[in-house]
């Protein structure tokens, strides 16, 4: 079993940037993703990052404004996100993938935490 707990959302304006963390306890040798699921949407992929943190996946909306990094000694992944927009606004979830594919459909992904609110002001 994998619990997953996530931390730092918030409310900033347009240009700011948030760092977001999510702690594992359990088992911890899984790929780890990052989603996120505005209102009234879908839950899309942000981001992946594998065991060892030596493969990464972007989604193409957040390539170059966001980094996936994870210290393994803490059990933590963290959502570095930088120049944040409106439509960056959502409840962000971290998910593990025991599979290390680093796809970015939600249903490989074997646990989940509870999610952390973001949302950015114009």
């Known amino acids: 079993q994998v619990q997953l707990v996530e931390s730092g959302g918030g409310l900033v304006q347009t240009g700011d940037s948030l760092r977001l963390a999510c702690a594992a306890s359990?088992?911890?040798?899984?790929?780890m993703g990052w989603f996120r699921q505005a209102p009234g949407k879908e839950r899309e992929f942000v981001a992946a990052?594998?065991?060892?943190?030596?493969?990464?996946r972007y989604a193409d909306s957040v390539k170059g404004r966001f980094t996936i990094s994870r210290d393994n000694a803490k059990n933590t992944v963290y959502l570095q996100m930088n120049s944040l927009k409106p439509e960056d606004t959502a409840v962000y979830f971290c998910?593990?993938?025991?599979?290390?594919?680093?796809?970015?459909?939600?249903?490989?992904?074997?646990?989940w935490g509870q999610g952390t609110q973001v949302t950015v002001s114009s």
């Open positions: 990052i594998s065991w060892t943190g030596g493969r990464t």
């Open positions: 359990g088992r911890a040798f899984y790929a």
């Open positions: 998910a593990a993938d025991p599979s290390e594919r680093l796809l970015p459909i939600p249903a490989v992904y074997d646990y």
